[in-house]
C-alpha cells in the first residue's frame, strides 16, 4: 500500500522558518515527479511547487517563489519542503503528493498519490 505522510506543520510567526517533511513508502518514487499543494479554508487547493525525479529542477507557485524550496532525497525516499519569510497567507494545511508522469506538473489531476497534509499556521 503507497502511503505518503507529512511531517513538520505547526504555529509559528510572521518571518519564520519551517521545513515540511513527506515520507513515501509501499513504493519508491525516484524517478517521478513530486509536488507540494496547500489548501486554506475555503479555498481550493493550490499548487505550491513540484521537484522532477533527481532534484535537479523545481517548479515554484509565484507566491512563493524565492521563500520556499523543494528538495528530495530519493534514497531515503522522502521530499521536502523548506519555507522561509512565511506570512499569515500562507496558513493552510499542506499536501505532498506524487506524479506517475515525470515533467514539472502543477495541476492536482496530474497527482497519482496525496497524504493526509499537515497543518501550517503562520500569525501576524
Known amino acids: 500500500q503507497v502511503q505518503l505522510v507529512e511531517s513538520g506543520g505547526g504555529l509559528v510567526q510572521t518571518g519564520a522558518s519551517l521545513r515540511l517533511s513527506c515520507t513515501a513508502s509501499?513504493?519508491?518514487?525516484?524517478?517521478?515527479?513530486m509536488g507540494w499543494f496547500r489548501q486554506a479554508p475555503g479555498k481550493e487547493r493550490e499548487f505550491v511547487g513540484c521537484?522532477?525525479?533527481?532534484?535537479?529542477?523545481?517548479g515554484y507557485a509565484e507566491s512563493v517563489k524565492g521563500r520556499f524550496t523543494i528538495s528530495r532525497d530519493n534514497a531515503k525516499n522522502m521530499v521536502y519542503l523548506q519555507m522561509s519569510s512565511l506570512r499569515p497567507e500562507d496558513t493552510a494545511v499542506y499536501y505532498c503528493?506524487?506524479?506517475?508522469?515525470?515533467?514539472?506538473?502543477?495541476?492536482?489531476?496530474?497527482?497519482?498519490?496525496w497524504g493526509q497534509g499537515t497543518q501550517v499556521t503562520v500569525s501576524s
Open positions: 509501499g513504493r519508491t518514487f525516484g524517478s517521478n515527479t
Open positions: 521537484v522532477n525525479w533527481n532534484g535537479g529542477v523545481a
Open positions: 503528493a506524487a506524479s506517475l508522469r515525470g515533467g514539472l506538473r502543477s495541476s492536482p489531476s496530474d497527482y497519482h498519490y
